[in-house]
Protein backbone atom coordinates (compact mmCIF):
# COMPACT_ATOMS: atom_id res chain seq x y z
CA UNK A 1 0.00 0.00 0.00
CA UNK A 2 1.30 3.30 -0.72
CA UNK A 3 1.12 6.45 2.03
CA UNK A 4 0.45 9.72 1.68
CA UNK A 5 1.68 11.95 5.22
CA UNK A 6 -0.62 14.31 6.22
CA UNK A 7 0.32 18.20 7.17
CA UNK A 8 -0.20 18.63 10.66
CA UNK A 9 -2.83 21.54 11.48
CA UNK A 10 -4.64 23.59 14.15
CA UNK A 11 -8.50 21.92 14.25
CA UNK A 12 -10.59 24.29 16.05
CA UNK A 13 -12.64 23.54 19.28
CA UNK A 14 -15.83 23.16 18.41
CA UNK A 15 -17.24 22.09 21.35
CA UNK A 16 -16.70 21.26 25.59
CA UNK A 17 -18.65 19.35 27.48
CA UNK A 18 -19.18 17.14 30.31
CA UNK A 19 -20.29 14.01 29.06
CA UNK A 20 -19.94 13.29 25.01
CA UNK A 21 -21.89 10.44 23.65
CA UNK A 22 -21.09 9.11 20.07
CA UNK A 23 -23.49 7.18 18.65
CA UNK A 24 -27.19 7.88 17.69
CA UNK A 25 -28.52 4.28 18.26
CA UNK A 26 -30.61 2.59 20.99
CA UNK A 27 -27.44 2.55 23.50
CA UNK A 28 -26.73 6.59 22.27
CA UNK A 29 -30.03 7.53 23.13
CA UNK A 30 -30.44 5.90 26.51
CA UNK A 31 -26.83 7.53 27.50
CA UNK A 32 -27.80 10.92 26.43
CA UNK A 33 -31.05 10.93 28.26
CA UNK A 34 -29.79 9.56 31.51
CA UNK A 35 -27.09 11.58 31.53
CA UNK A 36 -27.98 14.47 31.36
CA UNK A 37 -31.63 13.67 33.48
CA UNK A 38 -28.69 12.77 35.98
CA UNK A 39 -27.81 16.71 35.93
CA UNK A 40 -24.59 16.46 33.51
CA UNK A 41 -24.54 18.57 30.06
CA UNK A 42 -24.44 16.19 27.92
CA UNK A 43 -23.62 16.06 23.85
CA UNK A 44 -25.25 13.25 21.68
CA UNK A 45 -23.74 13.50 17.98
CA UNK A 46 -24.63 10.63 15.16
CA UNK A 47 -23.06 10.26 11.56
CA UNK A 48 -26.68 10.03 10.08
CA UNK A 49 -28.95 12.74 9.63
CA UNK A 50 -31.60 11.38 12.27
CA UNK A 51 -31.31 9.43 15.98
CA UNK A 52 -31.77 5.64 16.38
CA UNK A 53 -29.41 4.23 14.52
CA UNK A 54 -30.66 0.75 13.91
CA UNK A 55 -34.13 1.37 14.11
CA UNK A 56 -34.10 4.54 12.22
CA UNK A 57 -31.45 3.76 9.70
CA UNK A 58 -31.73 0.20 8.68
CA UNK A 59 -35.73 0.28 9.77
CA UNK A 60 -35.27 -2.45 12.47
CA UNK A 61 -38.45 -2.28 14.03
CA UNK A 62 -39.03 -4.93 16.80
CA UNK A 63 -37.63 -3.64 19.71
CA UNK A 64 -39.04 -6.11 22.08
CA UNK A 65 -40.40 -9.36 19.86
CA UNK A 66 -39.51 -11.86 22.53
CA UNK A 67 -41.67 -10.35 25.17
CA UNK A 68 -44.41 -13.10 26.46
CA UNK A 69 -46.10 -13.53 29.44
CA UNK A 70 -43.75 -14.65 32.26
CA UNK A 71 -40.65 -12.32 30.84
CA UNK A 72 -38.59 -10.54 33.15
CA UNK A 73 -38.56 -6.71 31.92
CA UNK A 74 -35.39 -4.21 32.57
CA UNK A 75 -37.87 -1.21 33.06
CA UNK A 76 -36.06 2.39 33.00
CA UNK A 77 -35.82 3.91 29.76
CA UNK A 78 -36.02 0.71 27.67
CA UNK A 79 -40.26 0.30 28.94
CA UNK A 80 -40.53 4.46 28.89
CA UNK A 81 -38.90 4.68 25.38
CA UNK A 82 -41.49 1.39 23.77
CA UNK A 83 -44.43 3.87 25.55
CA UNK A 84 -43.35 7.27 24.35
CA UNK A 85 -43.02 6.19 21.13
CA UNK A 86 -46.26 4.46 21.72
CA UNK A 87 -48.01 7.42 22.95
CA UNK A 88 -46.55 9.87 20.29
CA UNK A 89 -48.38 7.60 17.59
CA UNK A 90 -45.10 6.10 16.25
CA UNK A 91 -45.79 1.99 16.99
CA UNK A 92 -48.78 -0.97 16.44
CA UNK A 93 -48.95 -4.20 18.02
CA UNK A 94 -45.89 -6.45 17.25
CA UNK A 95 -47.26 -9.90 15.31
CA UNK A 96 -45.86 -12.13 17.13
CA UNK A 97 -45.92 -10.97 21.09
CA UNK A 98 -46.84 -8.89 23.36
CA UNK A 99 -44.72 -5.59 22.39
CA UNK A 100 -44.85 -3.32 20.05
CA UNK A 101 -43.32 -2.14 17.01
CA UNK A 102 -41.66 1.07 16.84
CA UNK A 103 -42.52 2.80 13.07
CA UNK A 104 -38.81 3.49 11.94
CA UNK A 105 -40.05 6.92 10.50
CA UNK A 106 -42.10 8.42 12.93
CA UNK A 107 -39.22 7.26 15.82
CA UNK A 108 -37.14 9.92 14.58
CA UNK A 109 -39.70 12.52 15.77
CA UNK A 110 -39.63 10.73 19.31
CA UNK A 111 -35.78 10.48 19.36
CA UNK A 112 -36.09 14.35 18.53
CA UNK A 113 -38.54 15.58 21.69
CA UNK A 114 -36.85 13.00 24.37
CA UNK A 115 -33.42 14.03 23.95
CA UNK A 116 -35.00 18.15 23.40
CA UNK A 117 -36.69 17.50 26.61
CA UNK A 118 -34.10 15.94 28.55
CA UNK A 119 -31.76 18.58 27.09
CA UNK A 120 -29.28 17.02 25.86
CA UNK A 121 -27.35 18.83 22.73
CA UNK A 122 -28.05 17.26 19.50
CA UNK A 123 -25.40 17.26 16.74
CA UNK A 124 -26.52 15.16 13.34
CA UNK A 125 -24.30 14.44 10.37
CA UNK A 126 -20.93 14.29 12.04
CA UNK A 127 -18.60 11.34 12.26
CA UNK A 128 -15.69 10.71 14.80
CA UNK A 129 -12.71 9.87 13.16
CA UNK A 130 -10.17 10.00 15.78
CA UNK A 131 -9.22 10.58 19.73
CA UNK A 132 -7.42 13.27 21.95
CA UNK A 133 -5.33 11.37 24.41
CA UNK A 134 -2.85 12.26 27.00
CA UNK A 135 -1.47 9.31 28.76
CA UNK A 136 -4.38 6.39 28.81
CA UNK A 137 -6.80 9.99 30.09
CA UNK A 138 -9.07 10.40 27.00
CA UNK A 139 -9.51 13.56 26.57
CA UNK A 140 -11.74 14.48 23.51
CA UNK A 141 -12.27 13.60 20.03
CA UNK A 142 -11.88 14.48 16.77
CA UNK A 143 -14.90 14.59 14.39
CA UNK A 144 -15.86 15.51 10.55
CA UNK A 145 -18.44 17.06 9.17
CA UNK A 146 -19.92 19.56 6.44
CA UNK A 147 -18.22 22.51 8.85
CA UNK A 148 -14.81 20.63 8.31
CA UNK A 149 -12.55 19.13 10.72
CA UNK A 150 -13.31 19.87 14.33
CA UNK A 151 -12.69 18.82 18.13
CA UNK A 152 -14.79 17.96 20.82
CA UNK A 153 -13.10 18.19 24.26
CA UNK A 154 -15.48 16.04 27.29
CA UNK A 155 -14.44 15.00 30.58
CA UNK A 156 -16.74 11.21 30.11
CA UNK A 157 -16.94 9.63 26.78
CA UNK A 158 -19.48 7.02 25.88
CA UNK A 159 -19.02 5.13 22.79
CA UNK A 160 -22.30 4.08 21.36
CA UNK A 161 -21.40 3.85 17.99
CA UNK A 162 -21.86 -0.14 17.96
CA UNK A 163 -18.49 -1.00 16.19
CA UNK A 164 -16.39 0.31 19.09
CA UNK A 165 -14.45 2.89 17.05
CA UNK A 166 -13.76 5.36 19.96
CA UNK A 167 -12.46 2.71 21.95
CA UNK A 168 -10.60 0.98 18.53
CA UNK A 169 -9.20 4.17 17.54
CA UNK A 170 -7.92 5.21 21.77
CA UNK A 171 -6.27 1.47 21.68
CA UNK A 172 -8.28 -0.26 23.79
CA UNK A 173 -8.41 -3.97 23.06
CA UNK A 174 -11.28 -5.44 21.18
CA UNK A 175 -11.94 -8.77 19.68
CA UNK A 176 -13.83 -9.05 16.22
CA UNK A 177 -15.00 -12.34 14.74
CA UNK A 178 -13.43 -13.48 11.61
CA UNK A 179 -15.80 -12.88 8.34
CA UNK A 180 -16.58 -16.65 8.00
CA UNK A 181 -18.18 -16.56 11.48
CA UNK A 182 -19.41 -12.88 11.58
CA UNK A 183 -23.34 -12.63 11.60
CA UNK A 184 -24.52 -11.50 8.18
CA UNK A 185 -25.94 -7.87 7.24
CA UNK A 186 -29.39 -7.05 5.80
CA UNK A 187 -30.62 -4.51 3.49
CA UNK A 188 -33.84 -4.38 5.01
CA UNK A 189 -36.82 -3.37 2.67
CA UNK A 190 -40.69 -2.03 3.01
CA UNK A 191 -42.92 -3.00 0.35
CA UNK A 192 -46.47 -1.28 -0.54
CA UNK A 193 -49.41 -2.55 -2.21
CA UNK A 194 -49.78 -5.30 -0.29
CA UNK A 195 -53.31 -6.64 0.19
CA UNK A 196 -53.39 -7.78 4.14
CA UNK A 197 -56.36 -9.45 4.61
CA UNK A 198 -55.18 -11.92 1.48
CA UNK A 199 -51.69 -12.62 3.19
CA UNK A 200 -52.86 -12.69 7.20
CA UNK A 201 -55.85 -15.18 5.38
CA UNK A 202 -52.15 -17.33 4.20
CA UNK A 203 -50.67 -16.93 7.16
CA UNK A 204 -53.56 -18.38 8.76
CA UNK A 205 -53.52 -21.45 6.53
CA UNK A 206 -49.56 -21.77 6.55
CA UNK A 207 -49.10 -21.21 10.03
CA UNK A 208 -45.59 -20.26 9.95
CA UNK A 209 -43.77 -21.31 13.41
CA UNK A 210 -40.07 -21.19 15.07
CA UNK A 211 -39.30 -24.53 14.05
CA UNK A 212 -39.63 -23.68 10.47
CA UNK A 213 -36.29 -21.37 10.25
CA UNK A 214 -33.91 -22.65 7.86
CA UNK A 215 -35.35 -25.60 7.44
CA UNK A 216 -36.51 -25.48 3.38
CA UNK A 217 -34.39 -27.82 1.41
CA UNK A 218 -33.56 -25.89 -1.10
CA UNK A 219 -32.97 -22.78 1.23
CA UNK A 220 -30.82 -23.73 3.82
CA UNK A 221 -29.79 -20.64 4.76
CA UNK A 222 -29.33 -21.12 8.12
CA UNK A 223 -28.64 -23.87 10.44
CA UNK A 224 -30.54 -22.65 13.45
CA UNK A 225 -31.09 -24.50 17.05
CA UNK A 226 -34.27 -23.84 18.42
CA UNK A 227 -35.14 -24.45 21.84
CA UNK A 228 -38.40 -27.07 22.41
CA UNK A 229 -39.67 -24.70 24.30
CA UNK A 230 -40.79 -22.23 21.22
CA UNK A 231 -40.58 -24.41 18.85
CA UNK A 232 -44.51 -24.92 17.75
CA UNK A 233 -44.76 -21.31 18.42
CA UNK A 234 -45.84 -18.96 16.03
CA UNK A 235 -43.40 -17.12 14.21
CA UNK A 236 -43.91 -14.42 10.99
CA UNK A 237 -41.43 -16.34 9.31
CA UNK A 238 -41.26 -16.92 5.09
CA UNK A 239 -38.82 -19.36 4.11
CA UNK A 240 -40.96 -21.97 1.59
CA UNK A 241 -42.05 -19.34 -0.86
CA UNK A 242 -38.18 -18.54 -1.52
CA UNK A 243 -37.86 -21.73 -2.10
CA UNK A 244 -40.14 -21.94 -4.86
CA UNK A 245 -38.63 -18.56 -6.07
CA UNK A 246 -35.37 -20.54 -6.53
CA UNK A 247 -36.89 -23.43 -7.75
CA UNK A 248 -38.60 -21.03 -10.44
CA UNK A 249 -35.39 -19.27 -11.37
CA UNK A 250 -35.87 -15.84 -10.11
CA UNK A 251 -33.83 -16.18 -7.50
CA UNK A 252 -30.10 -16.64 -8.15
CA UNK A 253 -28.42 -20.42 -7.20
CA UNK A 254 -25.81 -18.51 -4.69
CA UNK A 255 -28.48 -16.07 -3.04
CA UNK A 256 -29.94 -17.69 0.11
CA UNK A 257 -33.29 -15.84 1.40
CA UNK A 258 -35.55 -15.97 3.88
CA UNK A 259 -36.34 -14.46 7.43
CA UNK A 260 -39.48 -12.44 9.14
CA UNK A 261 -41.94 -9.95 7.85
CA UNK A 262 -43.50 -7.34 10.72
CA UNK A 263 -46.34 -5.08 10.43
CA UNK A 264 -48.59 -5.02 7.89
CA UNK A 265 -50.78 -1.83 7.29
CA UNK A 266 -54.50 -1.79 6.60
CA UNK A 267 -52.89 0.53 3.91
CA UNK A 268 -50.68 -1.82 2.16
CA UNK A 269 -47.49 -1.27 3.49
CA UNK A 270 -45.80 -4.21 4.48
CA UNK A 271 -42.64 -2.39 7.09
CA UNK A 272 -39.10 -4.12 8.40
CA UNK A 273 -39.06 -6.88 5.78
CA UNK A 274 -35.79 -8.93 6.88
CA UNK A 275 -35.30 -11.31 4.44
CA UNK A 276 -32.07 -10.94 2.86
CA UNK A 277 -28.93 -11.37 4.36
CA UNK A 278 -25.46 -11.12 3.23
CA UNK A 279 -22.70 -13.07 4.87
CA UNK A 280 -18.64 -12.06 5.42
CA UNK A 281 -19.39 -8.97 5.27
CA UNK A 282 -16.78 -6.95 7.45
CA UNK A 283 -18.10 -3.94 8.64
CA UNK A 284 -15.16 -1.81 9.07
CA UNK A 285 -14.51 -2.43 5.65
CA UNK A 286 -15.31 0.39 2.99
CA UNK A 287 -14.97 -2.16 0.41
CA UNK A 288 -17.00 -4.22 2.32
CA UNK A 289 -19.97 -2.32 3.14
CA UNK A 290 -19.94 -1.37 -0.76
CA UNK A 291 -20.37 -4.27 -1.61
CA UNK A 292 -22.78 -5.41 0.68
CA UNK A 293 -25.24 -2.34 0.17
CA UNK A 294 -25.16 -2.73 -3.74
CA UNK A 295 -25.75 -6.80 -3.29
CA UNK A 296 -28.52 -6.60 -0.42
CA UNK A 297 -30.25 -4.06 -2.55
CA UNK A 298 -30.44 -6.78 -5.94
CA UNK A 299 -31.05 -9.62 -3.30
CA UNK A 300 -34.12 -7.07 -2.11
CA UNK A 301 -35.67 -6.94 -5.80
CA UNK A 302 -35.29 -10.57 -6.12
CA UNK A 303 -37.23 -11.04 -2.73
CA UNK A 304 -39.81 -9.21 -4.16
CA UNK A 305 -40.52 -10.82 -7.62
CA UNK A 306 -40.61 -13.78 -5.81
CA UNK A 307 -43.35 -12.81 -3.51
CA UNK A 308 -45.21 -11.00 -5.89
CA UNK A 309 -45.21 -14.48 -7.70
CA UNK A 310 -45.80 -16.79 -4.97
CA UNK A 311 -46.94 -15.27 -1.85
CA UNK A 312 -50.52 -14.61 -1.72
CA UNK A 313 -51.62 -11.18 -0.89
CA UNK A 314 -48.14 -9.86 -2.49
CA UNK A 315 -49.10 -10.13 -6.17
CA UNK A 316 -49.47 -6.71 -6.53
CA UNK A 317 -46.73 -5.38 -4.33
CA UNK A 318 -43.99 -2.90 -5.52
CA UNK A 319 -40.33 -1.48 -3.41
CA UNK A 320 -41.61 1.06 -1.18
CA UNK A 321 -38.00 1.90 0.69
CA UNK A 322 -34.53 0.38 1.67
CA UNK A 323 -32.93 0.61 4.53
CA UNK A 324 -30.91 4.14 4.87
CA UNK A 325 -28.04 1.84 5.21
CA UNK A 326 -27.25 -1.78 5.71
CA UNK A 327 -28.07 -3.22 8.72
CA UNK A 328 -25.00 -4.49 10.60
CA UNK A 329 -25.36 -6.92 13.49
CA UNK A 330 -21.85 -7.44 14.69
CA UNK A 331 -18.25 -6.49 14.67
CA UNK A 332 -15.82 -4.96 17.35
CA UNK A 333 -16.30 -5.52 20.47
CA UNK A 334 -14.29 -4.72 23.59
CA UNK A 335 -12.31 -6.97 26.02
CA UNK A 336 -13.87 -5.00 29.56
CA UNK A 337 -13.30 -5.53 32.48
CA UNK A 338 -15.49 -8.05 32.66
CA UNK A 339 -16.98 -10.26 30.16
CA UNK A 340 -20.38 -11.56 29.73
CA UNK A 341 -20.94 -15.38 28.82
CA UNK A 342 -22.72 -18.63 28.09
CA UNK A 343 -23.02 -19.35 31.67
CA UNK A 344 -24.22 -15.96 32.40
CA UNK A 345 -27.47 -15.90 30.18
CA UNK A 346 -28.02 -19.26 30.49
CA UNK A 347 -27.54 -19.64 34.28
CA UNK A 348 -28.78 -16.14 35.56
CA UNK A 349 -25.45 -14.45 36.23
CA UNK A 350 -25.31 -12.52 38.88
CA UNK A 351 -22.85 -9.66 39.74
CA UNK A 352 -22.85 -6.90 42.56
CA UNK A 353 -22.18 -4.13 40.28
CA UNK A 354 -25.19 -4.67 38.32
CA UNK A 355 -26.23 -1.84 36.12
CA UNK A 356 -29.61 -3.64 34.95
CA UNK A 357 -31.20 -6.87 33.55
CA UNK A 358 -31.81 -8.28 31.00
CA UNK A 359 -34.24 -12.22 30.40
CA UNK A 360 -32.42 -15.12 29.14
CA UNK A 361 -33.61 -14.69 25.22
CA UNK A 362 -31.15 -15.55 22.71
CA UNK A 363 -31.10 -14.83 18.98
CA UNK A 364 -27.99 -15.78 16.80
CA UNK A 365 -25.09 -17.61 15.72
CA UNK A 366 -27.85 -20.60 15.46
CA UNK A 367 -29.86 -20.41 18.63
CA UNK A 368 -32.94 -18.95 19.38
CA UNK A 369 -34.63 -19.32 22.86
CA UNK A 370 -37.25 -16.82 23.83
CA UNK A 371 -37.99 -15.77 27.56
CA UNK A 372 -41.24 -18.17 28.33
CA UNK A 373 -39.28 -18.47 31.88
CA UNK A 374 -39.02 -15.69 34.39
CA UNK A 375 -34.55 -15.94 33.95
CA UNK A 376 -32.92 -13.29 33.87
CA UNK A 377 -29.33 -12.17 34.21
CA UNK A 378 -27.40 -8.79 35.85
CA UNK A 379 -25.76 -6.62 33.65
CA UNK A 380 -22.30 -6.14 35.01
CA UNK A 381 -20.79 -2.19 34.86
CA UNK A 382 -17.43 -3.91 34.32
CA UNK A 383 -18.19 -4.92 30.55
CA UNK A 384 -19.06 -1.60 29.95
CA UNK A 385 -15.75 -0.39 31.23
CA UNK A 386 -12.28 -0.98 28.25
CA UNK A 387 -8.86 -1.50 29.11
CA UNK A 388 -5.85 0.87 29.04
CA UNK A 389 -7.82 3.96 28.34
CA UNK A 390 -9.65 6.23 30.86
CA UNK A 391 -12.43 8.19 30.65
CA UNK A 392 -14.40 6.06 28.54
CA UNK A 393 -17.46 3.42 28.29
CA UNK A 394 -18.78 1.34 25.98
CA UNK A 395 -21.76 0.38 25.14
CA UNK A 396 -24.46 -1.24 23.02
CA UNK A 397 -23.73 -4.47 20.83
CA UNK A 398 -19.88 -3.21 21.94
CA UNK A 399 -19.49 -4.22 25.22
CA UNK A 400 -17.17 -7.31 26.31
CA UNK A 401 -19.52 -10.51 25.89
CA UNK A 402 -18.64 -14.18 24.62
CA UNK A 403 -20.03 -15.25 21.26
CA UNK A 404 -22.59 -16.77 23.17
CA UNK A 405 -23.74 -14.00 24.96
CA UNK A 406 -23.57 -11.76 22.49
CA UNK A 407 -26.55 -13.36 20.52
CA UNK A 408 -28.12 -12.02 23.81
CA UNK A 409 -26.53 -8.57 24.33
CA UNK A 410 -26.80 -7.49 20.80
CA UNK A 411 -30.68 -6.72 21.04
CA UNK A 412 -32.16 -3.35 20.97
CA UNK A 413 -33.24 -3.86 25.17
CA UNK A 414 -30.16 -4.74 26.45
CA UNK A 415 -28.69 -1.99 24.41
CA UNK A 416 -30.84 0.81 26.41
CA UNK A 417 -29.78 -0.91 29.42
CA UNK A 418 -26.07 -0.24 28.97
CA UNK A 419 -26.76 3.04 27.88
CA UNK A 420 -29.07 4.25 30.81
CA UNK A 421 -26.31 2.71 33.55
CA UNK A 422 -23.67 4.55 31.21
CA UNK A 423 -25.31 7.77 31.43
CA UNK A 424 -25.72 7.73 34.29
CA UNK A 425 -22.05 6.27 35.90
CA UNK A 426 -21.23 8.97 33.66
CA UNK A 427 -23.00 11.69 35.46
CA UNK A 428 -22.45 10.56 38.81
CA UNK A 429 -18.13 10.00 38.04
CA UNK A 430 -18.66 13.71 37.00
CA UNK A 431 -20.16 15.19 39.96
CA UNK A 432 -18.31 13.40 42.55
CA UNK A 433 -15.23 14.24 40.37
CA UNK A 434 -13.82 10.21 40.03
CA UNK A 435 -12.54 8.81 37.02
CA UNK A 436 -15.76 6.81 35.63
CA UNK A 437 -13.98 3.86 35.49
CA UNK A 438 -13.96 3.97 39.48
CA UNK A 439 -17.25 5.36 40.00
CA UNK A 440 -18.94 4.32 43.33
CA UNK A 441 -21.20 1.62 41.87
CA UNK A 442 -23.90 2.09 44.26
CA UNK A 443 -24.67 5.35 43.98
CA UNK A 444 -25.16 4.21 39.76
CA UNK A 445 -27.72 1.86 41.56
CA UNK A 446 -29.49 4.10 43.23
CA UNK A 447 -30.18 6.74 40.79
CA UNK A 448 -30.98 3.42 38.36
CA UNK A 449 -33.57 2.37 40.66
CA UNK A 450 -35.27 5.63 41.44
CA UNK A 451 -35.30 5.65 37.33
CA UNK A 452 -37.48 2.49 37.52
CA UNK A 453 -34.57 0.34 36.47
CA UNK A 454 -34.74 -3.08 37.65
CA UNK A 455 -31.01 -3.50 38.63
CA UNK A 456 -30.99 -6.91 40.86
C1 LIG B 1 -31.45 -6.68 10.14
C2 LIG B 1 -31.35 -6.60 11.64
C3 LIG B 1 -32.37 -7.10 12.40
C4 LIG B 1 -32.31 -7.00 13.78
N1 LIG B 1 -33.39 -7.43 14.51
C5 LIG B 1 -33.45 -7.10 15.81
C6 LIG B 1 -34.64 -7.30 16.54
O1 LIG B 1 -35.63 -7.81 16.00
N2 LIG B 1 -34.67 -6.93 17.84
C7 LIG B 1 -33.58 -6.39 18.46
O2 LIG B 1 -33.67 -6.04 19.64
N3 LIG B 1 -32.43 -6.21 17.80
C8 LIG B 1 -32.33 -6.53 16.48
N4 LIG B 1 -31.20 -6.30 15.78
C9 LIG B 1 -29.99 -5.85 16.50
C10 LIG B 1 -30.05 -4.40 16.93
O3 LIG B 1 -30.70 -3.61 15.96
C11 LIG B 1 -28.64 -3.80 17.16
O4 LIG B 1 -27.81 -4.73 17.79
C12 LIG B 1 -28.77 -2.55 18.00
O5 LIG B 1 -29.44 -1.55 17.25
C13 LIG B 1 -27.41 -2.03 18.44
O6 LIG B 1 -27.59 -0.81 19.10
P1 LIG B 1 -26.36 0.16 19.30
O7 LIG B 1 -26.85 1.38 19.97
O8 LIG B 1 -25.24 -0.60 19.92
O9 LIG B 1 -25.85 0.46 17.81
P2 LIG B 1 -26.60 0.97 16.50
O10 LIG B 1 -28.05 0.75 16.52
O11 LIG B 1 -25.81 0.36 15.38
O12 LIG B 1 -26.32 2.53 16.55
C14 LIG B 1 -25.02 3.05 16.39
C15 LIG B 1 -25.14 4.50 15.95
O13 LIG B 1 -23.85 5.11 15.94
C16 LIG B 1 -23.65 5.82 14.73
N5 LIG B 1 -22.21 5.83 14.48
C17 LIG B 1 -21.43 4.77 14.18
N6 LIG B 1 -20.15 5.14 14.06
C18 LIG B 1 -20.12 6.48 14.28
C19 LIG B 1 -19.07 7.44 14.31
N7 LIG B 1 -17.80 7.07 14.09
N8 LIG B 1 -19.38 8.73 14.56
C20 LIG B 1 -20.67 9.10 14.78
N9 LIG B 1 -21.71 8.22 14.78
C21 LIG B 1 -21.43 6.93 14.55
C22 LIG B 1 -24.43 5.03 13.71
O14 LIG B 1 -24.76 5.81 12.60
C23 LIG B 1 -25.67 4.60 14.53
O15 LIG B 1 -26.70 5.56 14.49
C24 LIG B 1 -31.19 -6.42 14.40
C25 LIG B 1 -30.14 -5.93 13.63
C26 LIG B 1 -30.20 -6.03 12.26
C27 LIG B 1 -29.10 -5.46 11.43
Wanted: hydrophobic letters at 40%; glycine letters at 10%.
Amino acid sequence: MKFYTEPAKQLPIFVETEVLVVGGGPSGIAAALSAARAGAKTVLMERFGCFGGMITTAGVESVAWWRHKNTVESGGLAKEIEETAKAMGATSPEPQSISQAINAERFKIVADQMLEDAGVDRLLHITAVGVIKEGNQLTGIITESKSGRQVILAKVIIDCTGDADIAAFAGAPFEQPDKDSVMSVTTVFSCSNVNKNRFMADIEVTKPKYGDWGRDEENKNWSYEIDDSCKEMFSPYLGKVFAKGKKAGLVPKEVTLGGSWSTVTEFGDANYMNVVSIPKVDCTDVLDLTRAEIDGRKQALYAIETLRQFQPGFEKATLKNFGMTVGVRESRHIIGRTRLTENDICHQGRYPDSIGIFPEFIDGNGQLKLPLQPHYFHVPFGCMVPQGVENLLVCGRAIDADKFAYATIRNMGCCFVTGEGAGVAAAVSIKDNTPVSAVNIQKVQAVLEGNGVKVF
